[in-house]
């Protein structure tokens, strides 16, 4: 299990249109991964967001800390990539939308 992982590996395991993704793309489909999954949740007398996954991850410069938060055995090594990419391409027609232009009504 990885418990830290650099951008770049883990976007070694990413590929869009048959090309591999540059790690620059790759880090800002993680941070719209991290900001998309995000809930609310009352905690303790107060509203706060929480990540939904058994899985956390942050960005600290080019590595990506991962942590197990949940009951279930954590993921290894493809496993952990293939999450990822999992909740990238689910996410990617929400991003898609963001930037479409408004329609006219």
Do not use: C
């Not at 869009?16 to 790690?23: A, I, V, Y």
């Not at 493809?78 to 408004?102: G, H």
């Amino acid at each position: 299990l990885y418990s830290t992982i650099s951008v770049g590996k883990l976007a070694t395991f990413m590929e869009q249109g048959g090309r591999r993704l540059p790690p620059e793309v790759f880090r800002t489909y993680l941070l719209r991964l991290k900001h998309k999954t995000r809930q609310r949740q009352w905690q303790g007398g107060r509203d706060g967001l929480v990540p939904p996954a058994e899985l956390h991850f942050h960005i600290e410069k080019d590595m990506v800390m991962v942590q197990n938060a949940g009951p279930a055995a954590p993921p290894r090594g493809r496993q952990l990539a293939q999450y990822f990419i999992d909740q990238i391409n689910y996410l990617n027609p929400v991003v898609t939308n963001l930037y479409k232009e408004p329609t006219q009504a």
